[in-house]
C-alpha cells in the first residue's frame, strides 16, 4: 500500500510563496505529481518528478514554482511563488506505484492567495 501525507498550504497575498510538502511511503513509486482542484473546475497537474528525478510543469507555473527532493528522495517539496489568485485551490499530492498499477491521492491541502 501506498500512503501519502501532505503539509504546508495556508493563505498568501499576491506575490507571496509559499512551500507544499509530500511524504510518500510505499514501494515502487515511479513518479510524484502535484494536482490543483480550483471550485469548479476540473483537477490539473501542476508538476511531476519521476524515478530519474525528471521534472516537468505546467505551463502557467513554469519559472513560478520549483519541485524538488533530496537524496533520499523524500519528502517531495514544492515551492510555490509569485502567487496569484488564480494559484488557488486544493492541493493534491499523487504517487503512481507501477507494483500496483495504480495512483494514490493525498487527502489534499488549501491554497488561498487574496488580499
Known amino acids: 500500500q501506498v500512503q501519502l501525507v501532505e503539509s504546508g498550504g495556508g493563505l498568501v497575498q499576491p506575490g507571496g510563496s509559499l512551500r507544499l510538502s509530500c511524504a510518500v511511503s510505499?514501494?515502487?513509486?515511479?513518479?510524484i505529481s502535484w494536482y490543483r482542484q480550483a471550485p469548479g473546475k476540473q483537477r490539473e497537474r501542476v508538476a511531476t518528478?519521476?524515478?530519474?528525478?525528471?521534472?516537468n510543469y505546467e505551463d502557467s507555473v513554469q519559472g513560478r514554482f520549483t519541485l524538488s527532493r533530496d537524496n533520499t528522495k523524500n519528502p517531495v517539496t514544492l515551492q510555490m511563488n509569485s502567487l496569484q489568485p488564480d494559484d488557488s485551490g486544493v492541493y493534491y499530492c499523487?504517487?503512481?506505484?507501477?507494483?500496483?498499477?495504480?495512483?494514490?491521492w493525498g487527502q489534499g491541502t488549501q491554497v488561498t492567495v487574496s488580499s
Open positions: 510505499g514501494s515502487s513509486i515511479y513518479r
Open positions: 518528478i519521476d524515478n530519474g528525478d525528471r521534472i
Open positions: 499523487n504517487a503512481y506505484s507501477r507494483a500496483l498499477g495504480r495512483d494514490f
